[in-house]
């Protein structure tokens, strides 16, 4: 299955990707991830990335496409993968269908968390990130780690991303709504727009959105 999560920032679209992927056995991709890991590493995609991401901005296409064409390109991809964090522009979006048109594949559905503002902004507020893992997420009231800033899953240190303080967030909500909102309807057009609500417990909205892909593929 070759699926795209999409959903403002807060819609819980890393941790309910990790979720999916793995009851669909397939890699979740995650563009935001691929960044920070090469930041962290220090490497030159790392680099050209860093500021655009403390900003709250998108990182250019040129960066961004290649970076994901080539995580979709690796052998584990081939039978499908779960995008999350990309496209993010409609440019993105048709540059990834050039993409899996040249591989003879095409994408099944596009999940669309929904999440209303001002919960958005209370989610990022206190969402706490495991420094092994970023799969790894707490949040401060809604999940709270048994020790503080101790990761309960492998012991890691728990930090909030640079990019949640409270005006860059402001930031990346206003480039969702201008620049990655636009792809809905893009995809929606494919007919491949699947929307649910992303309010609730975790694994509530995983087992919603397991039953609305089913849907959706199998109709
Ligand atoms: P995320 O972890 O998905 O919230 O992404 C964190 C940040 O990484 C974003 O605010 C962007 O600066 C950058 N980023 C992630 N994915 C993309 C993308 N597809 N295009 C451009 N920038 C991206």
Known sequence: MRIVLVGPPGAGKGTQAAYL???????????????????????DLGKQARAYIDAGQLVPDEVTIGMAKDRMGQSD??????????????????????????EGVKLD???DLEVPEDE???????????????AH???LSYSPPKTEGVCDVCGGELYQRHDDS???VRTRLEVYHTQTEPIIDYYRAQGLVVTISALGEVA????????????????
């Not at 992927?21 to 490497?43: K, V, W, Y």
């Not at 909205?205 to 109709?219: D, F, H």
């Open 77 to 102: 991809a081939v039978n499908g993968f779960l995008l999350d964090g990309f496209p993010r522009n409609v440019g993105q979006a048709e540059a990834l269908d050039v993409i899996l048109k040249d």
């Open 137 to 139: 997420v707490f949040h």
């Open 204 to 219: 509530d909205v995983t087992a919603r959105a397991m039953e609305a892909l089913k849907q959706s593929t199998e109709g």
């Open 109 to 111: 559905a596009v999940l």
């Open 120 to 134: 958005v902004v209370k989610r990022i507020a206190g969402r706490r990130v495991c420094r092994r893992d970023s």
């Open 21 to 43: 992927a793995e009851n669909l056995s397939i890699p979740h991709i995650s563009t935001g991830d691929l960044f920070r890991a090469n930041m962290s590493q220090g490497t």
């Open 166 to 168: 409270e005006e860059t």
